[in-house]
């Protein structure tokens, strides 16, 4: 079992900065690719950004420039900082995290940019 806290999410005003953390607990050895998910108010989940357990990462075309994807493997936490924020970035954001071939998710942070 994993489980996965989100923490850092908060009110902010457009053009400024978050940073999201995900922090693992539980019985494993190692994490293989995580990832951040947000979802709106009346919208689906869309993907923001993944980083392989070797540090190889994607972005969201809506994010890249903006938002860095990172982890730290002996922390077993992963992170999200969010430069430039734009109103439209407000969402639940959730982690996630595959291991044992299952992925878990966390419960997510609110994160809600103001214009």
């Given at each position: 079992?994993?489980?996965?806290?989100?923490?850092?999410?908060?009110?902010?005003?457009a053009?400024?900065?978050?940073?999201?953390?995900?922090?693992?607990?539980?019985?494993?050895?190692?994490?293989?690719?995580?990832?951040?998910?947000?979802?709106?108010?009346?919208?689906?989940r869309?993907?923001?950004?993944?980083?392989?357990?070797?540090g190889?990462?994607?972005?969201?075309?809506?994010?890249?420039?903006?938002?860095?994807?990172?982890?730290?493997?002996?922390k077993?936490?992963?992170?999200?900082?969010?430069n430039?924020?734009?109103?439209?970035?407000?969402?639940?954001?959730?982690?996630?995290?595959?291991?044992?071939?299952?992925l878990?998710?966390?419960?997510?942070?609110?994160?809600?940019?103001?214009?």
């Open positions: 079992q994993v489980q996965l806290v989100e923490s850092g999410g908060g009110l902010v005003q053009g400024g900065s978050l940073r999201l953390s995900c922090a693992a607990s539980g019985r494993f050895f190692v994490l293989n690719a995580m990832g951040w998910y947000r979802q709106a108010p009346g919208k689906q869309e993907l923001v950004a993944t980083i392989t357990n070797g190889n990462t994607e972005y969201a075309d809506s994010v890249k420039g903006r938002f860095t994807i990172s982890r730290d493997n002996a077993n936490t992963m992170y999200l900082q969010m430039s924020l734009k109103p439209e970035d407000t969402a639940v954001y959730s982690c996630n995290a595959q291991a044992f071939g299952v878990y998710w966390g419960r997510g942070t609110q994160v809600t940019v103001s214009s």
